[in-house]
């Protein structure tokens, strides 16, 4: 009998041979160039310019930016690895990474002109921070109530109102803001602006102080009559919701990438220390107790990692994401919170300190359940899913 021939899928985990070689050269940057500096960057709440433009040599800056405008002309699953390998060390570099890749660039590939993507592209390519600014002091998981007003005048809108939470703010020349342009008309109103700074009218203004990713700038933006030309809406008019809604559903399957990156981070570190702390005369890696601490770590961070790179490859692939980036994102920043309380539980007193890596992890993961839609959002989207598929 003629033996059959079985066609095997590529194993998600196991990466083609370009992947290998940036996700290994991405690792080898946060090793050696980012490693060194994450405890100066949490005491000072800040990332240096410098690492800012290595990360923009190292071309993780402009990872899915065809070549033509100066980027790597690479996939969604590559700005997910780099996002990983980064927030592996450091989750503020990674965040700022995933914000210019899965928000920024993403949305102005999908819904720019070519005259946006020339004039924004390129920069965002080769030097230039973006920033996505939807939330609000009054709207946040209900994004869509947002009050900043855009109103026509000519060739411009002339855009008021404040934006808050706003990742990269320091960092960031171009913006992406969201703004209505008729409140009656409720989401319909919403519309996608690229505003720069240094425009009249527009401020950054308050930057957070936080609990965790502290090197990550948090930002206020504050809009007072700035006009914006016309050739700046971002899409069409009115239809900013649909690209808010679609670009953060795929922005979420970066901050899952965020998660098992700071996760696997925890995980590297809590094992060396119990193969190196000692107690009752032998190291504590001894005792179940721990191993069966270490092993659930390990088992929630791959299947995480599996639901992430899932996720990554359907958006790829031209997929709808919308349920899958909520599972990923909703399970990967669960579990990095349950690993990094194990983290802080198996160092011990050491954990409670800030000479030992632990505790920054414990807080660096808290903002997960709640950035990009908190996990209560992302489990109503996941249940809208199931429902509206039966
Ligand atoms: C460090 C940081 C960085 C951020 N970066 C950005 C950024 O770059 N750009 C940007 O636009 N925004 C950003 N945000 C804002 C972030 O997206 C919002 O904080 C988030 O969406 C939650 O909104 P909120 O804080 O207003 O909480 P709220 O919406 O007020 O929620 C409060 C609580 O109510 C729950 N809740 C709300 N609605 C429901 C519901 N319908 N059912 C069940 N529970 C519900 C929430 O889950 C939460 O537990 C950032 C926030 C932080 C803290």
């Not at 160039?33 to 994450?38: A, G, S």
């Not at 960057?41 to 990872?63: C, N, T, W, Y």
Request: glycine share 10%; net charge negative.
């Amino acid at each position: 009998m003629a033996e059959q021939t079985i066609e095997h899928a590529q194993p998600l985990t196991v990466l083609a041979e370009d992947e290998a070689i940036f996700r290994d050269a991405v690792r080898e940057f946060a090793d050696a160039q980012v490693r060194p500096l994450v405890r100066e960057m949490d005491e000072h709440a800040k990332i240096p310019r410098s690492l800012v433009d290595q990360l923009f040599d190292l071309g993780v800056m402009a990872i899915e930016i065809p070549e033509a405008y100066g980027g790597a002309g690479a996939s969604f699953f590559h700005a997910v690895l780099a996002v990983e390998e980064l927030s592996r060390v450091d989750p503020s570099v990674g965040v700022l990474v995933d914000v210019q890749n899965t928000l920024v660039v993403n949305a102005l590939m999908r819904w720019g002109n070519d005259d946006i993507k020339r004039r924004y592209l390129t920069r965002l390519a080769s030097n230039t921070v973006g920033a996505y600014a939807l939330s609000e002091a009054g709207s946040g998981s209900d994004a869509f109530a947002l009050a900043t007003r855009a109103k026509e005048d000519g060739e411009h809108y002339v855009i008021t109102g404040r934006k808050l939470w706003i990742t990269n703010g320091n960092e960031a020349d171009i913006f992406l803001v969201f703004a209505t342009i008729n409140p009656e008309a409720g989401y319909r109103g919403i519309t996608a602006f690229v505003v720069e700074r240094g425009v009249a009218g527009f401020t950054v203004g308050k930057k957070e102080d936080k609990l965790g990713i502290r090197a990550s700038s948090t930002c206020e933006l504050i809009f007072e009559d700035c006009r914006v030309p016309k050739a700046n809406v971002l899409g069409e008019v009115g239809k900013g919701y649909k690209s808010a809604i679609e670009t953060l559903n795929e922005g979420r399957i970066g901050i899952g990438a965020q998660m098992i990156g700071l996760a696997a981070g925890a995980l590297e570190h809590t094992i060396k220390y119990t193969k190196a702390r000692k107690q009752f005369g032998k190291p504590i890696a001894e005792f179940q107790a721990i191993q069966f601490m270490l092993a659930d770590m390990a088992t929630e961070i791959e299947a995480s990692r599996l639901l992430c790179y899932r996720a990554a490859a359907m958006k790829d692939a031209g997929e709808r994401v919308t349920q899958f980036s909520a599972m990923a994102k909703l399970y990967s920043s669960e579990v990095a919170v349950r690993a990094t309380e194990k983290g802080v539980q198996i160092f011990g007193g050491y954990g409670f300190i800030k000479d030992f890596p632990a505790e920054k992890y414990y807080r660096d993961v808290k903002l997960c359940t709640i950035g990009e839609g908190t996990s209560e959002i992302q489990r109503l989207v996941i249940a809208r899913g199931i429902l509206g598929a039966q």
